[in-house]
């Protein structure tokens, strides 16, 4: 022989190991030029799409784990109790929330019963 080890010469556990490191690594892959082609460039650091688009498919595992951690700036949040407006809650939003909770109290009821009959 001339002392090269092939594929079959490998463990069964080594070679299980590098399949599952390589599946892995296709993985993580996909899902960053994924990520890089779907975030607003606005949203990536450095705002080059191409520029992570090079480190995610050149640094293989390591550049794909990089652009997942730290290549994009987090989304603004948004607060799911304002009403769409910058002035704060709507107002009946706390009293419509109590009333499906705990029913309506007796002078709801009544304030309701009164604008049906009008």
């Known amino acids: 022989m001339n002392g090269q080890t092939t594929w079959a010469d490998l463990p069964m556990g080594l070679q299980v ?6 599946v892995v690594q ?4 996909i899902v960053a030029l994924v990520s890089v082609l779907r975030t607003p460039e606005e949203r990536l650091h450095t705002g080059k799409r191409w520029l992570w688009l090079v ?3 050149l640094g293989g595992l390591v550049g794909a784990v990089v652009y997942l951690a730290a290549g994009r700036r987090p989304s603004p949040a948004e607060d799911p109790v304002l009403s769409g407006t910058e002035t ?5 939003r706390g009293r419509q929330a109590a009333d499906l909770l705990y029913g309506k109290p007796k002078e709801h009821k009544e304030e309701e019963d009164k604008g049906n009959r009008e």
């Open 88 to 92: 704060g809650p709507a107002p009946d």
């Open 26 to 29: 296709l993985g993580l892959q």
């Open 17 to 22: 190991a590098a399949i599952v490191l390589a």
């Open 55 to 57: 480190v995610v498919i």
